[in-house]
């Protein structure tokens, strides 16, 4: 079956505790995204990639990292350095130019208790 | 810096009424705009998008949405409302680069 999977569905994290949210994708796809999701607050750009072992910070990188060693994977760490980071986040995919389609995984469910 | 204005952050309309939902978009350059839907718990599906061409652009569940540069709007409209069309709604602009800027979402509520 084609398309992003997203691991777990949800999390939780202990104070002090990194975590990492997988996303995988078999469509092919260049760019890949991570975005956090808070309630009226919209989707905020954490993370994306173009190509692999390269990416770029978005709007909200403090406290996350990622990496990009295979085309099919980026996956996002929530260190402890992330203040606040009970959230829906959300891994998407785009293939070629800006007007593209940017297609959207199921999204993972972290809090932290 | 472009940004994306969704006006309303909740919409409630009864079921069979015109559904509008609000979009304006600031860019330097002539942009691309998205419409997404997302249901509960769930990631966002695509609805529409203008990129080029007639600025009325159909979508999917009988939405549409037309492009008006003077306004720098970007509305989505669909003539009848059902039950399932009750979810959160989504604006989203990219000018060309690989970011793209979401709204803040609309949640629209169906009266029965």
């Known amino acids: 079956d084609g398309g992003i999977t997203q691991s777990p569905k949800y999390l939780f994290r202990k104070e002090g505790q990194n975590v990492t949210l997988s996303c995988e994708q078999n469509l092919n796809h260049d760019a890949m995204y991570w975005y956090r999701q808070d309630p009226g607050q919209g989707l905020r750009l954490i993370y994306y990639?173009?190509?692999?072992?390269?990416?770029q910070k978005g709007d909200i990188a403090e406290g996350y990292s990622v990496s990009r060693e295979k085309k099919e994977s980026f996956p996002l760490t929530v260190t402890s350095a992330q203040k606040n980071p009970t959230a829906f986040y959300l891994c998407a995919t785009r293939q070629g130019t800006a007007g593209n389609t940017i297609y959207f995984g199921e999204g993972s469910w972290l809090t932290v208790v | 810096a472009q940004s994306v204005t969704q006006l309303g952050s909740h919409v409630s309309v009864s079921e069979g009424a015109l559904v509008l939902l609000r979009c304006n978009y600031s860019?330097?350059?002539?942009?691309?705009l998205f419409w997404y839907v997302q249901y509960p718990n769930q990631g966002l599906q695509l609805l529409l998008k203008?990129?080029?061409?007639?600025?009325l652009v159909k979508g999917i569940n009988g939405f549409e949405a037309e492009f008006k540069k003077s306004e720098t709007s970007f509305h989505l409209t669909k003539p009848s409302a059902h039950m399932s069309d009750a979810a959160e709604y989504f604006c989203a602009v990219s000018k060309g680069d690989d970011k793209i800027i979401f709204g803040k979402g609309t949640r629209l509520h169906i009266l029965p």
């Open positions: 203008y990129t080029t061409g007639a600025t």
């Open positions: 860019s330097s350059v002539p942009p691309y």
């Open positions: 990639s173009q190509i692999v072992n390269d990416f």
